[in-house]
């Protein structure tokens, strides 16, 4: 399928109309996602700094095993999430393809993100409308949600794997090579830790933006991953 | 003179055969293998023509002889030790000087290509080499003709394993890990600080008796000493499940025992059989003591910052800082970015709908 491009002017995005760009599983994935995302985070930060110590017997405690079984739980989530939606990206509509391949070669995209920079350093004063990602958000989705999900799926398996033991398939997969790669375990602790530092970022960012745009671009951000429509206004 | 077997040597050396017999099976037990090997460790024993063993010393503080005298079973010690003191030491050895190094010389031309070279320490590159010195010529030297007709090489400890402490940054003798310097051979790891007693004789017994190296990981550490963390089989781990952690030294938890993870206990990212095999006969280990493991066996553990630090340092670009650090630092960084952003975003669209039109909304 062509991939087309979209630039303001095109009649799709002239004001009053409605496009659909996110299909159903797309919208469900982001919000899924969001969801595993806030999850992993919390229990996360606290596998690596716990919470004050527990009274009473050991054997009637078991947080750090609920906050890590919370940790394990929504990366699976996460994990089969993407796997899903990297489907997604071959069966759905052109849009869901964007987060997986940015259109790199295409100068008419640079001449897009030039754009939007200058949006953003307040010197352009009008943004350009796309139906879907503007260049620039589309190139921090590639970098931060499709190559920094793969980074936290490779070493958070890896780590999982490392309490499997030999023979668990993460410990397979992962732990095996992705250990020696770093160094060693602390290593790959270290660097997951980072990752999801880099994530948090990336929401900041992400839901600044999502907001900023729908207010200042003329176009409805927040809506249409709710309800898929994109909404062009003057 | 023909080649003694094993078990020739150990009877010369008074080992009744009994005892042997015990060895036999204490030696299976601790290599994982079932009862029914020990009949086949006694037969190998007995039959096949000893393995001669050098043992080199480089840049290094010897605590792996020292570990390795030391080893829970006396038997095991007094077996491997006679195997090994017959040979070279420069440590254990009676012999000195000139004597001394014709052994390795003797050595090296009767068993070319079928003797066992064993590494504490490493080769400080730098200078030519000339930060370490043995008889009179730099220590790399000495590893790279040795090491030239061994059939196999044991890197003893974390020094031999992975440079260790005085390959610390900026590491000013270039002490580089054995693996780094002879590339051509079957390299067994046997790292930790030192490693366990048990665990070396262990490796030696399994390479001599069996006549082939055991199956290592992908880091070169044979697998069944080094195939899980001290987490995965130490006695505190109902506590960090549970989340009883010790917050202080000396707080109420230090004293019940609880989990040292807060205290910077490496167990979890470090690959050893502390937890299972101990130290000092079985006595005791670091967490038995009340000290988290600070993960010695480990590549690199010496430049990771604190050892009571639980999220360990990054030394990137010349910044000493860690994960939460440095993650939380560049979040903040961009909640304010985010805010600031906001608000020139704010005045600019105030001005820009004043702009069209100018008498107010
Ligand atoms: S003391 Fe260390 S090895 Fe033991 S359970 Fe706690 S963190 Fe794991």
């Not at chain 1, 469900?28 to 009274?55: E, F, K, R």
């Not at chain 1, 780590?159 to 023979?167: D, F, R, T, V």
């Not at chain 2, 639980?310 to 030394?315: A, G, L």
């Amino acid at each position: 399928m062509a991939v087309q491009v979209e630039v303001s002017g095109a009649a799709q995005t002239a004001a009053g109309r409605t496009v659909f760009v996110y299909e159903a599983p797309v919208r469900l994935w982001h919000w899924i996602n969001a969801l595993a995302i806030s999850v992993l985070a919390v229990t996360g930060y606290l596998i690596a700094s716990p919470l004050p110590s527990q009274p009473g017997e050991a054997s009637d405690n078991f947080l750090m095993g609920y906050i890590r079984f919370a940790h394990f739980a929504a990366a699976y989530v996460f994990a089969i999430g993407f796997v899903a939606r990297a489907y997604w990206a071959l069966v759905g509509n052109h849009h869901a393809r964007e987060l997986f391949v940015p259109r790199l070669a295409d100068r008419e995209w640079w001449a897009g993100m030039r754009q939007e920079l200058l949006w953003y350093a307040f010197i352009a004063r009008q943004p350009r409308k796309y139906q879907g990602h503007n260049p620039l958000a589309n190139l921090m989705m590639f970098l931060m949600v499709t190559l920094g999900s793969v980074f936290m799926i490779v070493t958070g398996f890896a780590l999982y794997g490392e309490g499997g033991q030999a023979g668990h398939w993460a410990n397979v997969l992962f732990t095996t090579w992705v250990l020696p790669l770093f160094g060693q375990s602390q290593d790959v602790h270290t660097w997951h830790h980072l990752g999801a530092w880099m994530m948090v970022v990336f929401v900041i960012v992400h839901v600044y933006a999502a907001i900023r745009e729908d207010i200042m671009s003329r176009q409805t951000m927040i809506g249409a991953i709710i309800n898929g429509e994109r909404t062009f206004r003057s | 003179m023909s080649i003694e077997t094993f078990y020739e040597v150990m009877r010369r050396q008074g080992i009744s055969r009994r005892s042997f017999m015990k060895f036999c099976s204490l030696t299976a037990a601790s290599l994982g293998l079932g009862p029914a090997f020990a009949p086949r460790i006694a037969h190998a024993m007995e039959t096949k023509p000893r393995t001669p063993v050098i043992w080199l010393h480089g840049l290094e503080c010897t605590c792996c002889s020292e570990s390795f005298i030391r080893s829970a079973h006396p038997l095991a010690k007094d077996v491997v030790l006679s195997m090994l003191s017959l040979d070279y030491d420069d440590t254990l050895m009676a012999a000195a000087g000139f004597q001394a190094e014709a052994i390795i010389e003797d050595i090296k031309k009767k068993y070319k290509g079928n003797y066992i070279l064993a590494v504490e320490g490493n080769p400080p590159l730098n200078e030519d080499g000339m930060f370490c010195i043995h008889g009179g010529r730099p220590f790399v030297e000495i590893l790279r003709e040795t090491a030239a007709d061994a059939k196999a090489i044991i890197s003893w400890g974390a020094c031999a394993s992975w440079g260790c402490v005085q390959a610390a940054k900026p590491n000013p003798t270039r002490a580089t890990p054995v693996h780094k310097v002879i590339t051509d051979k079957p390299i067994i790891k046997v790292p930790g600080c030192p490693p366990i007693a048990e665990v070396m004789t262990g490796v030696v017994t399994y390479m001599l008796t069996f006549d082939r190296i055991p199956e290592l990981d992908r880091q070169g550490r044979p697998k069944m000493f080094y195939g899980q963390r001290i987490h995965d089989k130490c006695y505190r781990r109902p506590h960090f499940d549970g989340g009883q952690f010790v917050e202080h030294w000396d707080d109420e938890g230090a004293r019940r025992g609880y989990c040292l993870y807060k205290m910077g206990c490496k167990g979890p990212t470090t690959y050893n059989a502390c937890s299972t095999t101990r130290w000092n006969g079985g006595v005791s280990f670091p967490i038995q003591s009340g000290h988290g493991c600070i993960g010695c066996s480990e590549e690199g553990f010496w430049d990771k910052g604190g050892f009571y630090n639980r999220v360990t340092d990054i030394k990137a670009f010349g910044v000493e800082s860690n994960a939460d650090r440095l993650g939380g630092g560049v979040a903040a960084v961009a909640g304010a970015a985010v805010a600031a952003h906001a608000a020139v975003s704010a005045l600019s669209r105030a001005r820009s709908n004043n702009d069209k039109n100018p008498g107010g909304n």
